[in-house]
DNA sequence: GGTTATTGGTTTCGAGTCGAAACGAATATT
DNA sequence: AATATTCGTTTCGACTCGAAACCAATAACC
């Protein structure tokens, strides 16, 4: 068994990708967190850009989240936008200048150097290894998986090539199905 | 190129380990990163439990380090012991209380689990690639790589079997080559 | 040998995270 | 129409975190 050995390097990978975090976020004058959060927001649906979805996301209370995002909305980050149904619901959109900054900031320098020194190969392999950890955490913790459209399964597949999401009953873009959202399920689930 | 999806595996994984550390952490009124602490200073050799160590290893600076230990101080997990030589010098040593929390806590719950749904050669395979990316990422940025004795390039194996230390110059017993040094470089460094 | 860095560590300060709990408003349920 | 639930904010206290000032011990230098 090898756990102790994977909990380690799961374990300090993060400590480092936290450390190179702070570094990033510094430049723009923000924290780890906040910086998880804008990216976050840049890359979900409009079914998952309420604070309640990046509460799931984050694992912490909707207390902590509502201030992450309103420093981010001091900053003109970030937008909250009410819903036209739901009065309770608020919309957070990203704006231009949040945008900007992640386009500089993620991926981080230092991840970018390291993946320039893995070759085609290596990446693939790391790629698929981490994918595997992943999904085995999530579905080992039954924990929200928080992936994308395209591997959920609700999406389906048109004989004419577009897609359909059978969970809100509304069809879905190209680029839709590469958007995160928080009603995701892997297909595989046994 | 895979740097995106790789980075996003990476920081989604490191996103749901530091919510399992909160919830193990809780259970004995710790928090994440006392917890490391912790658990970095019961597996770490006579030269790499002071501060300054713990400091480097976690990209804090040292009174943020200095705080986190007195509180692990003030529950008795650790009890700092004055260095005979140099005065300045504080080791940071894990009481009984200390040991037997961490036996507890880690490796978490969650991350047992996950391990437990893995075959033998999955897991291997994904302890080679988190091993690689590991490596690559403290090389590509010339960080310190903290690795165990075994692995350093001043580490030598004697004909008897015994190995020796060839920075500090002093002979390392079986266990101690298994434990983390501050000092630590890569065999394969080129 | 005595002055001047340098190093290990602590303390203080201010900004911000974080969970817990109380609260308000909108929507669901009954 | 009354009650419960949900989304979100606010407030509080404990704690992290970096920056900077500070102290004591050691090292470097002349």
């Known amino acids: 068994m090898k756990t102790n050995q994977i909990y380690k390097l799961v374990e300090r990978l993060g400590e480092l990708l936290k450390v190179d975090a702070r570094q990033t976020g510094a430049e723009h004058g923000l924290l780890p967190v906040q910086l998880e959060v ?79 020194n893995l070759s085609q190969p290596q990446q693939q392999e790391i790629n698929a290894a981490l994918q595997q950890l992943l999904v085995t955490f999530i579905k080992s913790n039954k924990m929200k998986s928080f992936g994308i459209c395209q591997t959920c399964k609700y999406n389906h597949k048109n004989e004419d090539g577009s897609f359909y999401c059978n969970l809100v009953n509304a069809p879905l873009t190209d680029s839709e199905i590469l958007l995160i959202c928080r009603e995701h399920e892997n297909q595989s689930c046994d």
């Open 38 to 116: 804008l990216h976050y927001l840049s890359s979900c649906n409009k079914y998952s850009d309420t604070p309640m979805a990046v509460t799931e996301y984050l694992g912490q209370t909707k207390g902590t989240v509502s201030q992450t995002i309103k420093t981010l909305e001091k900053k003109e980050l970030v937008i909250k936008i009410a819903d036209d149904h739901d009065k309770r619901i608020s919309h957070i959109d990203v704006t231009p200048s949040g945008h900007k900054l992640l386009s500089q900031s993620i991926p981080t320098a230092m991840f970018a150097r390291t993946c320039s």
